[in-house]
T-cell receptor, first 111, second 114 residues
Framework: DQQVKQNSPSLSVQEGRISILNCDYTNSMFDYFLWYKKYPAEGPTFLISISSIKDKNEDGRFTVFLNKSAKHLSLHIVPSQPGDSAVYFCAANLGNEKLTFGTGTRLTIIP | DAGVIQSPRHEVTEMGQEVTLRCKPI?????LFWYRQTMMRGLELLIYFNNNVPIDDSGMPEDRFSAKMPNASFSTLKIQPSEPRDSAVYFC????????????FGPGTRLLVL
């Protein structure tokens, strides 16, 4: 039972445009959400997070939006750069140390 | 800091053999996690430790899998006997606790069981 879902396995975006990666979850008790970025042959690296008491968190070109009523979060990257090409994982936490990850979305930035 | 260190980076073995994966967490981190990545299921948490004590091993697939953390700077994940369906990338991660910061992942061990 996949509690965190990333329904788009891949996404291609033109350089300079906005990339929007989506994530849905089923457990309304999740209270902390994270995005990780993964390059080939490397481990995932933390990108940005958001607490359930917020609906938006911004860090430079990266913004995460949380819609609790829809159980949906999204990561916006503006403007997209070639170095953003990677696999992006969303993850959710129940207030303990267990992170539940989605299956990932492969983002390709087209120069 | 060198980050989370995992060895070996690649492992190819035959079905039935014992496999041992190793991890050195970031110094000072008191949480250590073992994850497995597959195409079908993404990143799954297998087990995590706090101060060298296993806290939750509910993600360990079956008795063939075992994990130990004999001290704060070393952990192992053992598969005995290995099976082809164990082929995956295994990641170790460490943290100070999620409220203090997200876990840092190692580079992973790519395991292929023939």
């Amino acid at each position: 039972d996949q509690q965190v879902k990333q329904n788009s396995p891949s996404l291609s975006v033109q350089e300079g445009r906005i990339s929007i990666l989506n994530c849905d979850y089923t457990n309304s008790m999740f209270d902390y959400f994270l995005w990780y970025k993964k390059y080939p042959a490397e481990g995932p690296t933390f990108l940005i997070s958001i607490s359930s008491i917020k609906d938006k968190n911004e860090d430079g070109r990266f913004t995460v939006f949380l819609n609790k009523s829809a159980k949906h979060l999204s990561l916006h990257i503006v403007p997209s750069q070639p170095g953003d090409s990677a696999v992006y994982f969303c993850a959710a936490n129940l207030g303990n140390e267990k992170l539940t990850f989605g299956t990932g979305t492969r983002l390709t930035i087209i120069p | 800091d060198a980050g989370v260190i995992q060895s070996p980076r690649h492992e190819v073995t035959e079905m039935g053999q014992e496999v041992t994966l190793r991890c050195k967490p970031i110094s000072g981190h008191d949480y250590l996690f073992w994850y497995r990545q597959t195409m079908m299921r993404g990143l799954e948490l297998l087990i995590y430790f706090n101060n060298n004590v296993p806290i939750d091993d509910s993600g360990m697939p079956e008795d063939r899998f075992s994990a130990k953390m004999p001290n704060a700077s070393f952990s192992t994940l053992k598969i005995q006997p290995s099976e082809p369906r164990d082929s995956a990338v295994y990641f170790c991660a460490s943290s100070l606790g999620v409220l203090a910061g997200a876990p840092f992942f190692g580079p992973g061990t790519r395991l292929l069981v023939l």
